[in-house]
């Protein structure tokens, strides 16, 4: 379990974050989703460790706050939305970056299987800064893949906390990314991942939750949280939700009138 | 953005780091042999050498340039070579720029201005004081210096725990400054055999190595070599960015004031004996860096090998170039130094644009 409890972020006079309740569970995907400044990345950052924050976060049973950076390493990976890499480092190297150096021929093994599962393996030897965007965050995947992957003693569940991993991807490789957190969470490990499109969030997520001006908005499965009413009240514009037929996953079209309260911004 | 489109793919560079270990070290064992054979002294002494490994007896002119004169510089030349290398290697690694480098931060300016505080105004300390302190009175102060000027630096530059890396340096070119002005001061206060010193201090050189100081300088230095080697994991997350390496297990700031105190004590230390010797602690991590790549793993191991063959290699050039005088180093190493690194600047203009 990954609990964040009334987990409330200022930054000076600022309140990103007021008591926010959040639970994700093993072998799901939970995906944050709201508006551009609700909050998402801030209650991420919360649970990795990375913001104070006044509340607890609760990872595998363990208040975070009292463990140690590897101990947090050993139970979670973190792929961020930006990350920038100083000297010339080739993909591979990246890669190993996060791994504890045992006999290299694991590491290497390591390194190479997890770059072959965001299909980069071609590009192993390449420096990564050669990479395109949509390439480096991949190789950032496999990064944090091989971190999660690495064997560690206790067999508590490993956690990938994703911030927009989709974000600068084509179509094909956002749901090959999908396709490796889904499984990864089939295979009895923890996701969390902050999204902004909402119909990938439907198509993959086992739980969704929405947030609000630093508030939840909604908590439960797509189909419950996924409505009309919700989304426009979210985002400030309307939103239809259909659903395909059949498996019933929700998508959303969003619709052609803007809405009264943003016209009225806008003027 | 960046110009790397003229490198080619590189194959896997871990084995070829590795093997660099054995290389570096065979290179660094013929240049430490040719150092001591090598010199001013009238004669050269290959011969000298050549009874020591045949277990001939040396005859007394022999031994006393062999081993009061070339043995202490030789051991002298290696630990201050290491320590620029690795100091650099870290700071670079610390500020997430190729270009960092103790003497930019101002800490090799600080060690500076304590060995001159201490030859300029040494004179005037009660005379149990400077009989108490002896030798290490200059070493001392230079080692203060630059502890003394790494600690307001991270002062200055560390709120709330994190150490922002632009005002660190913009900090480091202020405390340069001030460093400079208070020891050009001085020098107007100093007598004639003062100034020589000081132009020793300016310029640098291991003409000054003594036994006394070797003694001095060498425990300090293997120690933050030794601790500095303990660093390639949490630098290497480090150029990820400092939320990364976080995230992948590196105590983030213990790491950084580690490294910070490797600095001070290795340039202290290194400066304290030597005076400033620029460039190898630039030029050594970025020729490592094309050869072998940047894993710091390697790297600082590999600089610590590397970095005294360069500073030998000088001080056999500054020793025998006008021979029976001598250059002072700093000047063989600028004039060997600054051109590699503008070819570098030219060549890789993509890896210092961060």
Redesign the interface.
């Known amino acids: 379990m990954l609990e964040a409890r009334h987990i409330t972020v200022a930054f000076s006079k600022k309140t990103i974050l007021k008591s926010v309740d959040f639970t994700a569970k093993p072998g799901r995907v939970t995906a944050i989703v709201g508006p551009n400044g609700s909050g998402k990345t801030t209650l991420l950052r919360a649970m990795t460790g990375d913001v104070s924050h006044r509340g607890d976060v609760v990872l595998n049973g363990q208040d975070i706050a009292t463990m140690q950076a590897w101990e947090l390493a050993a139970q979670r990976g973190v792929l961020s939305q930006a990350t920038t890499l100083a000297f010339p480092f080739t993909v591979i190297e990246v890669v190993r970056i996060g791994l504890h150096s045992g006999t290299s021929g694991d590491v290497d093994r390591l390194a190479m299987q997890a770059l072959n599962r965001v299909s980069l393996g071609h590009y192993a030897n390449r420096f990564y800064q050669e990479l395109s965007g949509g390439e480096q965050q991949r190789a950032q995947l496999a990064r944090v893949l091989a971190q999660v992957w690495e064997p560690v003693l206790n067999g508590a569940p490993r956690w990938l906390l994703l911030d927009e991993p989709v974000a600068s991807l084509d179509i094909g490789h956002q749901l090959e990314v999908m396709d490796i957190a889904r499984s990864y969470a089939r295979s009895g490990g923890g996701v969390v991942a902050v999204m902004h499109d909402l119909n990938l969030t439907a198509l993959y997520a086992d739980a969704v939750t929405i947030l609000s001006e630093g508030t939840v908005q909604a908590q439960g499965t797509p189909a419950e949280v996924l409505t009309d009413e919700t989304l426009s009240a979210a985002y400030g514009c309307r939103l239809q939700v259909n659903k395909i037929p059949s498996p019933g996953v929700p998508f959303v079209l969003p619709h052609a009138a803007r809405s009264q309260t943003e016209a009225k911004v806008a003027s | 953005m960046?110009a790397?489109?003229d490198?080619s793919?590189?194959?896997?560079?871990?084995q070829t780091a590795r093997a660099a270990h054995l290389w570096l070290a065979l290179l660094l064992f013929s240049v430490s042999v040719a150092c001591l054979a090598v010199g001013a002294s009238g004669t050269s002494l290959w011969g000298a050498i050549g009874k020591l490994v045949t277990g001939k007896a040396l005859t007394q002119m022999e031994r006393v340039v062999l081993w009061d004169i070339r043995a202490p510089r030789l051991i002298v030349g290696i630990c201050v070579g290491a320590s620029l290398a690795v100091s650099g290697a870290v700071m670079q690694g610390l500020f997430?720029?190729?270009l960092a480098d103790p003497g930019l931060v101002g800490v090799s300016a600080g060690a500076g201005l304590g060995a001159i505080i201490a030859i300029v105004l040494g004179s005037f300390m009660p005379v149990w004081l400077l009989t108490m302190t002896g030798n290490y009175l200059v070493p001392f102060a230079a080692f203060l210096g630059g502890w003394g000027s790494t600690l307001i630096l991270y002062r200055m530059a560390t709120r709330g725990g994190r150490t922002s890396v632009a005002t660190m340096l913009l900090a480091g070119i202020a405390l340069g400054a001030l460093a400079g002005a208070v020891s050009g001061v001085l020098v107007y206060m100093a007598d004639d055999s003062q100034l020589r010193d000081l132009t020793f201090w300016g310029l640098g050189s291991l003409a000054g190595a003594t036994w006394t100081k070797a003694f001095v300088a060498t425990p300090i230095i293997l120690f933050a070599l030794l601790a500095a080697f303990t660093l390639g994991?949490g630098l290497?997350?480090?150029?990820?960015?400092e939320?990364?390496a976080?995230?992948?297990?590196?105590?983030?700031q213990r790491m950084k004031n580690t490294a910070i105190l490797i600095v001070a004590a290795a340039t202290g230390a290194a400066v304290s004996v030597s005076g400033g010797i620029g460039f190898i602690g630039i030029v050594v991590p970025h020729l490592l860096?094309l050869w072998t790549?940047?894993?710091h793993?390697a790297l600082l191991i590999n600089s610590a090998l590397l970095g005294p063959s360069l500073l030998l290699i000088a001080d056999v050039i500054s020793r025998v170039i006008i021979a029976p005088a001598e250059l002072p180093i700093g000047i063989v190493t600028a004039v060997l130094g600054a051109p590699v690194f503008l070819w570098i600047l030219l060549r890789r203009r993509?890896?210092v644009d961060?």
């Open positions: 960046l790397v489109s490198i793919p590189p194959v896997d560079r871990s997430r720029n190729p994991r290497n997350g480090l150029a990820l960015g939320a990364t976080h995230h992948i297990g590196i105590r983030v860096r790549g940047p894993d793993r993509g890896m961060l």
